[in-house]
């Protein structure tokens, strides 16, 4: 049972564009969402999370937007670069889930020059 | 060292063979976990450590599966009997803080391959 899901496995967008990367959880007691970025060969490294205390969160180039009602997150780059093109993660835990994240399957970005 | 480091980066064990990977942590670092990523999916959990207590295990998938840090820094992760399920990339991760509720720092993993 996939608690965290990413339903795009693949994104393409043209360089300086919006890249919009959805995540949908299950779980109404997931309380703090991060999103984890992967390049080949390395591990995932953190780019940017949100509190259920709050709707949005911004960074730079990266907004995450939270939707309780609907369980859903998005991860907004802006502008779109070419060294964005990797795997995002989203994840989440709770305060009944211990320690660990739950993770989603990952969408492929591709920012096309 | 500056991040966590894994040994080895690639390993090819026949079915059967025992494996041992290694994780270094960010030194200082109390929380350490492991995680299973097969391919095409996302990271998965199997165990967690606060110093050398090992405080949750239950991701691990069998009792093939163990884990160990002792002295409370460097981890090894133990599979005995491997099998072609087993094949997958374990990540290592590790956190300041007590609690991993909040992110972590990952490793580059190791990618297992068994034949």
């Known amino acids: 049972d996939q608690q965290v899901k990413q339903n795009s496995p693949s994104l393409s967008v043209q360089e300086g564009r919006i890249s919009i990367l959805n995540c949908d959880y299950t779980n109404s007691m997931f309380d703090y969402f991060l999103w984890y970025k992967k390049y080949p060969a390395e591990g995932p490294t953190f780019l940017i999370s949100?509190?259920?205390?709050?709707d949005k969160n911004e960074d730079g180039r990266f907004t995450v937007f939270l939707n309780k009602s609907a369980k859903h997150l998005s991860l907004h780059i802006v502008p779109s670069q070419p060294g964005d093109s990797a795997v995002y993660f989203c994840a989440a835990s709770g305060p009944f889930t211990g320690n660990q994240f739950y993770f989603g399957t990952g969408t492929s970005l591709t920012v096309i020059p | 060292g500056a991040g966590v480091s894994q040994s080895p980066r690639y390993k090819v064990a026949k079915r059967g063979q025992d494996v041992a990977l290694r994780c270094d942590p960010i030194?200082?670092?109390?929380?350490l976990f492991w995680y299973q990523q097969a391919l095409g999916q996302g990271p998965e959990f199997l165990t967690y450590f606060q110093n050398e207590a090992q405080l949750d295990k239950s991701g691990l998938p069998s009792d093939r599966f163990f884990a160990e840090r002792p002295e409370g820094s460097v981890s090894t992760l133990k599979i005995q009997r491997t099998q072609q399920e087993d094949s997958a990339v374990y990540l290592c991760a590790s956190s300041f803080s007590g609690q991993g509720r909040y992110g972590y720092t990952f490793g580059s993993g190791t990618r297992l391959t068994v034949v």
């Open positions: 949100i509190s259920s205390i709050k």
């Open positions: 030194s200082g670092h109390v929380s």
